[in-house]
């Protein structure tokens, strides 16, 4: 069971008390007391009496992720503004439970939270880290060719400067007479060398 070992609870880590702190922060500015998030809670179909908000600020019962986002929901905020620590700095500790044994800074953290780069060096390169947690995007069909059609314009104006630069403004484009593939058409856009709108090559797993 998560977060049982040998029977025994394991101890609440820096995450944990990051959460606790910002939860009793955030209801603070909002001005809610425990029965007016309650019920919010409620209202959102998670209820967590007065009694058990008390409890989690208190650090005397323990957040799920069910209740982190119903409580993220309920203040109006991300998970991030949950998970993390509320300022953003070099010189600002930004413990995170699991991080290695160098504690890293709320910068560091934040940055690793929203997907530029990992927390530590030894998990690679930023662009691979940013590739490994970057979401799949499932386009539509009018989505995939409104994306071609900005990419074709840009495109254009982007030949067009480089000729301007170079001096060639009234030489013609040897590129400028050929047509790129309609935009619905994904067969010929397999044929180019770039697609900016690729259509996925698997199929999408049930939910």
């Known amino acids: 069971m998560l977060g049982v070992m040998a ?10 008390l990051t959460v606790r702190a910002n939860i009793a922060l955030l209801r603070s500015e909002r ?11 409620e209202r959102r179909g998670h209820l ?12 005397e019962r323990r957040v799920d992720v ?18 993390l620590p509320p300022l953003k700095g070099s010189e600002i500790p930004g413990a ?3 991080a290695e044994a160098d504690a890293p800074n709320s910068r ?4 690793w939270a929203v997907g530029l780069r990992p927390l530590s060096p030894l998990e690679g390169s930023p ?32 030949r067009q400067e480089d000729r301007e630069r170079g001096g060639l403004a009234g030489v013609e484009d040897p590129e400028e007479g050929s047509e790129e593939p309609d935009p619905r058409d994904d067969a010929a856009w397999a044929l180019q060398d770039f697609d900016p709108a690729p259509p996925l090559t698997f199929d999408l797993p049930n939910a």
């Open 7 to 16: 029977g025994k609870q394991l101890p609440s880590g820096p995450t944990s």
């Open 31 to 41: 001005r809610m007391t425990y029965a007016e998030l309650s019920r919010e809670l």
């Open 48 to 59: 967590i009496p007065p009694l058990g908000l008390r409890r989690i600020e208190a650090g």
């Open 66 to 83: 069910d209740d982190l986002m119903t409580l993220a929901l309920s203040l109006g905020v991300n998970a991030h503004a949950l998970l």
């Open 96 to 98: 995170v439970t699991g």
């Open 108 to 111: 560091q953290v934040w940055d």
């Open 127 to 158: 662009s691979a880290f940013r590739d490994r947690v970057r979401p799949l995007e499932v386009l539509t069909d009018d989505e995939r060719a409104s994306r071609r059609r900005t990419w074709i314009v840009a495109e254009r104006l982007r």
